[in-house]
Nanobody, 121 residues
C-alpha cells in the first residue's frame, strides 16, 4: 500500500520560512504528478502547488514568488519551501500524489495525513 507522510509544519512568525517534506513509501509504484494542498479553518481545501514528473510546476497566485515546490524522484520525496509567510498561509497542508502501479492498471491517488502550519502576526 502506498503512503505519504508529511513533516516540517509548525509555528512561525510572519515573514519567516518553513520547509515541508512529504515522503512516499510502498511497493510497485511510479510517482506521477505530486502536489501540495491546504485547508484553512472553515474553508475548502485549495491547491498550493503541483509538480509533474518532468518537473514542470504550477502555483496558486497567492503563493507565487514566495513558495517553491520541488521533488527528489530518487527518494520519492516532495518538498515545499515557504518563504515570506503570512498569517493567511495558516492551514493544514496536505501532500498528494498520483501514481501508477505495476500490480494494477490505472492511475491512482493518495493523500497524506496533513501537517499544520501556523503563521503568527
Amino acid at each position: 500500500q502506498v503512503q505519504l507522510v508529511e513533516s516540517g509544519g509548525g509555528l512561525v512568525q510572519a515573514g519567516g520560512s518553513l520547509r515541508l517534506s512529504c515522503a512516499a513509501s510502498g511497493s510497485n509504484f511510479i510517482a506521477n504528478a505530486m502536489g501540495w494542498y491546504r485547508q484553512a479553518p472553515g474553508k475548502q481545501r485549495e491547491l498550493v502547488a503541483t509538480i509533474r514528473s518532468g518537473s514542470s510546476t504550477n502555483y496558486a497566485d497567492s503563493v507565487k514568488g514566495r513558495f517553491t515546490i520541488s521533488r527528489d524522484n530518487a527518494k520519492n520525496t516532495l518538498y515545499l519551501q515557504m518563504n515570506s509567510l503570512k498569517p493567511e498561509d495558516t492551514a493544514v497542508y496536505y501532500c498528494n500524489m498520483k501514481y501508477t502501479s505495476s500490480a494494477s492498471w490505472g492511475l491512482f491517488e493518495v493523500w497524506g495525513q496533513g501537517t499544520l502550519v501556523t503563521v503568527s502576526s
